[in-house]
């Protein structure tokens, strides 16, 4: 199995580039076809315009930077050459529209799992996800997704899984450092690209498909063990809600329980954790 090509494509390092071989030796059905490239503006694009053209489940887009990545709410996604991961995955899953914003989670966890690979055993309590869409090291955010969909009907045509991870970089800019990491700088070594993103997407073929078929049953206990919210005091950037997080639901909704006692079920925007000096409840 070889990388697809792309008009204008370069070369690109040798630890990406032994991504589709790493891949075919695991059976993996995600991942296949990999499309390869060391430029583009945005992998989730490419991987709509391959979804709109036919691409299959599975096929996956992977390059080396990025023009203009973005994640949720239009932030855009800096990435230095050479150092991450940036890929989308195309999964056409036929779910219904409410099992796609779970989604976000399972691949969540998926990641984490990957993190908690290259770190080590000695790591694992470290790393977790934070709701809806990110993986944290030790409170440092190490990797983002973003879920993007299509319908047809009442059935979606199909999701596109969008993943960054930092992995190699070992400085970051001023303004970055205090809530972002890598994996090397948090004690990764012998770090091959090629084989985190082999274990994501085993992880996410493992977990995606059931999901969408049955919800988060199957993966609750796991996203509750790692839950980067749970117990803590949060705030919302975007709504008076302040509370302490006491869980994600089987709907994949964020539980935050308020100074009264009630609990509120958060189903979109995003929660920030509050000093702990300004937590009052409980």
Known sequence: MTAAEEPGERAFAADLARAPAIIAARGLGLGAPLVV?????????????????????????????????????????????????LFSVLLRLGCPPA????????????????????????????????????????????????????????????VIAGIGINVLGRSLPDELSAVATSIALEGGVDLDRAV???????????????????GLGLVHARLSKHDALAGRAVEST?????????????????LVRTADGTVTKVTAGELRLRPVTAAREG
């Open 196 to 214: 985190v993103l082999a274990d994501v997407l085993a992880g996410l073929e493992r977990d995606v498909a059931l999901a969408a078929e049955r």
């Open 37 to 85: 490239t060391e430029e583009t503006a945005s992998t989730n694009d490419d991987a709509k315009r391959g979804a709109r053209h036919g691409s299959p489940h599975g096929a996956t887009w992977l390059a080396e930077s990025q023009t203009a990545g973005r994640g949720r709410q239009g932030r855009v996604w800096i990435s230095p050459r050479g150092d991450n991961l």
């Open 99 to 158: 099992r796609v914003p779970p989604l976000s989670l399972v691949c969540g966890l998926a990641v984490r799992d990957a993190v908690a690979k290259a770190l080590g055993p000695a790591h694992d309590a470290d790393v977790v996800v934070k709701w809806p869409n990110d993986v944290l090291v030790r409170g440092k955010k190490v990797a983002g997704i973003l879920v993007e969909s299509a319908l047809s009907g009442a059935k979606v045509e199909y």
């Open 238 to 254: 975007d709504s008076p809600l302040r509370g302490t997080g006491c869980g994600i639901d089987l709907e994949g909704r964020l």
